[in-house]
């Protein structure tokens, strides 16, 4: 990708975003991921937005942010300022939570991750199979969703550390009928078949940070207009859940394309452990923008 003077895309040019979460340094998967979505927004004149997701406030910093920010100003990514911050929109995530809410789909959720954990491996030491989701963790047991009123309150005077889950049999008995996305990335293409009940009861504001990921970023590619997702294959099947909260709160679906990943020496996907493919740790060892580009194959 070479330097030149952007010209002002039109009003209804195609919107990219890039979205990573300042919790650790970027790395080659980021750079390829910020590549990609520079590339494909300007092949066909689109604009690429960068949303600083750092709901969770304890392990997001300024710091981090600005380490981002120097990153792609480097790798000479040419993102649209200002660079919208989901810690500024909370008040937006909570109305979509209130709506949710007001269609009677949201529960309040008290379990905590060690009693989820303690029953799930009590259960399957006697031998029974907990059903897990697509990232292999165990579903949240489903029994909250129908606490009487009183037990409810009273729980939620009590308890200040709860949770707000999506009850899913009746967010897919609302929508009816059957979701798709449409796919162009490196894995399975077309029109694929979204599946939100793999997920159970997702959460859609947690009980240590405002908000969670699915909602904050569902409600944000909405307000941002992004027309296009360009992200890993990691968050494929987290599709299936965007799009349910999109047909629910009524909005619009972008296009997605998720792309191979950058894998480490052992063959997993790079994490803050490989702190060696840290973008600023490879620019102090001398790599040059067109050095990371070939390394992730762009
Ligand atoms: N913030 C997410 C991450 O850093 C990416 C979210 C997305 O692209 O939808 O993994």
């Not at 406030?57 to 911050?85: H, K, M, N, S």
């Not at 809410?101 to 907990?130: C, D, H, I, N």
């Not at 409600?219 to 909260?245: E, K």
Request: proline residues 7%; glycine residues 8%.
């Amino acid at each position: 990708m070479t330097e030149r003077p952007r010209q002002t895309a039109s009003p209804d040019a195609p919107v990219f975003r890039f979205a990573p979460s300042p919790n650790g340094r970027l790395h080659l998967g980021h750079a390829l991921s910020a590549l990609l979505n520079a590339q494909m927004a300007e092949s066909i004149g689109g604009r690429l937005l960068l949303r600083i997701e750092d709901i969770d406030l304890t392990r997001c910093t300024p710091e981090l942010e600005q380490a981002i920010i120097d990153d792609l100003t480097w790798l000479g990514i040419p993102f649209e300022r200002p660079v919208r911050r989901q810690s500024e929109h909370f008040a937006l995530y909570r109305e979509a939570l209130d709506r949710l809410q007001a269609m009677g789909l949201v529960y309040p959720a008290f379990l905590t991750r060690g009693e989820v954990k303690a029953r799930v491996s009590a259960f399957e030491r006697e031998g029974g199979l907990w059903p897990r989701d697509p990232d292999g963790a165990p579903l949240y047991p489903t029994e909250e969703r129908s606490l009487g009123e009183a037990e409810r309150s009273e729980k939620l005077a009590n308890i200040e550390r709860h949770a707000w889950r999506l009850d899913i049999d009746k967010a897919l008995h609302v929508v009816g009928a059957r979701l798709t996305w449409q796919e162009t990335g490196d894995g399975p293409q077309g029109e694929m078949p979204a599946d939100p009940a793999a997920w159970g009861d997702v959460v859609l504001w947690r009980s240590d940070a405002p908000s969670s990921y699915h909602l904050a970023v569902t409600v944000d590619d909405a307000a941002q207009g992004v027309t296009h997702v360009v992200r890993g294959l990691d968050l494929f099947h987290a599709t299936s859940v965007h799009r349910l909260l999109q047909t629910l709160l009524g909005l619009p679906q972008p296009v997605y394309h998720h792309h191979r990943l950058v894998l480490g020496p052992d063959g997993r996907k790079l994490s803050k452990s490989h702190g060696d493919t840290a973008l600023s740790a490879l620019r102090a060892e001398g790599k040059t923008p067109s050095d990371i580009r070939a390394m992730v194959g762009i």
